[in-house]
């Protein structure tokens, strides 16, 4: 089987964000940069079928240079092989068209992608590769197992879980409870020094002109002042909830 897991390069979630020329580019100057939560989870599920099922096991991202090292920390987690495509991730249409291409170019079985990014929340690149792709799609995948070309996967729905068959192949939208943060991998050195001789193939981008263009950013407006009532002044509370919060 090979399994194709898409790895998006994004802020760690303790990074301060700011931005820049008049609040419509992301400022990138002092930020940690780490593999999305969504795909690691992704890449840790890969890894158990690589070892349980002899997968071969390719990393992708579209963007870069500055994204390497992420595919290389990826690549000393245990992944095969990755691949770049040089072009910046600014719209998700177009990363998904260029993600079509390597899986069509690849003919890779499973496509494993976060359900989305913790950098834009688009939420839309898993469904459009599969749409582009002819796959099947499953979202919000919390298991997974395959036997041959059968699969079954196990979805969160609202309130609860839906478990679904289908064949390959096949492109998830993955999150935590593909695998538990307790299962995820930390690099050792040894995985660290293989990944230096694992290939890192660069392609060229095709199709390039975005669908669609960020305008303006803007932060959450910052949290007001706290008023504390003492308890034993209810009236007060309720003249400030229905005066100035206007609640009730």
């Known amino acids: 089987m090979k399994i194709l897991v898409c790895i998006s390069h994004v802020p760690d979630t303790t990074s301060k964000i700011n931005f820049t020329d008049d609040n419509s580019k992301f400022d990138t100057n002092g930020v940690q940069f780490v593999i ?26 579209v963007g870069g240079p500055e994204t390497e090292p992420t595919l ?7 992944a095969d092989a990755a691949i770049r495509v040089n072009m910046d991730a600014t719209d998700g249409f177009s990363v998904a068209k260029q993600l079509a291409n390597v899986v069509k170019e690849g003919g890779y079985d499973l496509v494993i992608a976060g359900r989305e990014s913790i950098d834009y929340n688009g939420g839309m690149v898993p469904g459009m590769v599969a749409g ?38 096949l492109v998830i939208g993955g999150q935590k409870g593909l695998v538990e943060e307790s299962d995820l991998r930390i690099p050792n050195m040894r ?13 060229e981008a095709n199709d390039t002109t975005p669908e669609t263009t960020s305008v303006k950013f803007e932060k959450p407006a910052p949290k007001g002042a706290v008023k504390l009532v003492s308890p034993d002044n209810l009236d007060e509370l309720i003249d400030l909830l229905h005066n100035e919060a206007k609640v009730i």
């Open 72 to 78: 290389r920390k990826a690549l000393a987690i245990g």
């Open 132 to 169: 582009l792709t002819d796959a099947n799609f499953v979202n919000k995948c919390i298991g997974l197992t395959v036997e041959g070309s059968s699969v079954t996967a196990v979805r969160e729905i609202d309130g609860g879980k839906e478990t679904v068959s289908t064949t390959l192949p």
């Open 36 to 61: 999305n939560p969504n795909d690691e989870f992704g890449l840790t599920r890969a890894m158990w079928f690589k070892e349980q099922q002899g997968a071969n096991v390719t990393v992708v991202n």
């Open 191 to 203: 995985g660290i020094m293989m990944a230096r001789k694992k290939p890192l193939t660069v392609i």
